[in-house]
């Protein structure tokens, strides 16, 4: 069982970006896929979430900070979970997890209720 995390990179202010999660050796769609990110010296956050309720369309979860700005989904043909990244600040530089959980969590930033995690991407927004 394993998570691939991808996509990361160096990219401007107000840029754009789309991560990828792939899973190998189980099916992402019966799990829950949540991205999280640090930065050195700080705690971990929660970012984006969705939900294996009701299929590949599940709902969705947003942190405050991101809301507006990122949209999470999955593609279950490709095993893959997207987070597209759009009007990036420089506070957004961080390494980007993303992680599995079985059954949906209660808490969906407990990052506990997340059995499996991926390496991270680093994300860089700077001119």
């Known amino acids: 069982v394993q998570l691939q995390a991808s996509g990361g990179g160096l990219v401007q202010p107000g840029g754009s970006l789309r991560l990828s999660c792939t899973g190998s050796?189980?099916?992402?769609?019966?799990?829950?896929i949540g991205w999280f990110r640090q930065v050195p010296r700080k705690e971990r956050e929660g970012v984006a979430s969705v939900y294996s309720a009701y299929g590949e369309y599940g709902p969705t979860f947003y942190a405050d900070v991101v809301k507006g700005r990122f949209a999470i989904w999955r593609d279950n043909a490709k095993n893959t979970v997207y987070l597209q990244m759009n009007s990036l600040k420089s506070e957004d530089t961080a390494v980007y997890f993303c992680?599995?959980?079985?059954?949906?969590?209660?808490?969906?930033?407990?990052?506990?209720?997340?059995?499996?995690w991926g390496q991270g991407t680093l994300v860089t927004v700077s001119s």
């Open positions: 050796g189980f099916t992402l769609g019966a799990y829950a």
């Open positions: 992680a599995a959980a079985r059954p949906d969590p209660r808490l969906v930033w407990n990052e506990a209720e997340y059995t499996y």
